[in-house]
């Protein structure tokens, strides 16, 4: 068995071809500036508001504008890291609702720019052991929880970003991201309500059969991300989407997602956006049931 699943992931290389890769330049300077009140707070603030109303697409996408023009005159790992959260949503969100794949994937890269640029600011140890050579599971482990934001962001688009590139890209940034997220969830396991439970999920479900997942410990996780963070739809999203599709249980599949979508997505006014598009994405997955099993 374990001489034919070797074959496969040979092959399955092979097919990949040279694979896309993303190197972060750690050893460059993070972008620093004196810090200036002189339309830092103006910007800032004209892009909470436009934050606010992200659930509109323009609106996001005026978020991002204000927050990045605020960026560059005082340069912080916070304000990065919402730039990275923002971008992701646009990608993972808006575009990848609209099927422009070309768009989404330019946004998960985006995000795990601004990701990249939020690590050197909130974790300079980590940037420094991967600047002297140190693998990225044994350097992150330097990150402060101040940078779980960071971490997040970086983990969860590196993620998508990879997977959007093909097996063999998925497979060389495994080990990195789950190192990521697991320092994460060390450090604080409910950060995005619940957000490392739900990268568990996923990550086992993707992962049973090739590379040492379980859909066991899947399900696991992903009960623990619902039982968490119950008012944030897209646990379960995920669930029907990774794990039931991999089981072939065309029933929890449908129920699931047809509790996402009776959901009230404003239950918790501060994740009604997210919410909204989870219930798109679920009415989405319903409609291809049929093509799924």
Known sequence: MRFKKAIWLSAALAVSGCA??????????????????????????????AWEARGDKNKLIEAITKWEAAFEKAPTGELAARLSRAHYLLGDGFYALENDAEAR?????KG??????????SAPEFAKAMTEGKKHAEAITLAPKDAVPAMYWYATNLGKWAASKGFATRLRYKDDI????????ALDELYFF???????GSFEAVTAGLA?????????????????APNYLGAKVL?????????????????????VIAADAKVDPSIAPENTIEQQKAKKLLAEIDDKF
Do not use: I
């Not at 994937?105 to 890269?109: G, K, N, R, S, V």
């Not at 789950?178 to 969830?185: L, S």
């Open 105 to 109: 994937d330019a946004e998960y890269q």
């Open 239 to 259: 669930w029907a989407e990774f794990l039931c599709t991999k089981k072939q249980d065309k029933a929890t599949y449908k129920k699931l997602l047809e509790e």
């Open 212 to 228: 040492g997942g379980s859909l066991e410990k899947s399900e696991q996780n992903y009960k623990k991300a619902v039982e968490l």
């Open 194 to 200: 619940a957000g490392p439970w739900r990268y568990f």
């Open 20 to 49: 896309t890769t993303y190197e972060a330049k750690w050893d460059e300077k993070p972008v620093t500036a004196a810090p200036t009140a002189e339309g830092t707070a103006s910007a800032t603030s004209e892009g909470d508001a």
């Open 112 to 121: 795990l720019d601004w990701a990249t640029r939020s690590l050197k600011l």
């Open 178 to 185: 789950k190192a990521t997220m697991d320092h994460v969830k």
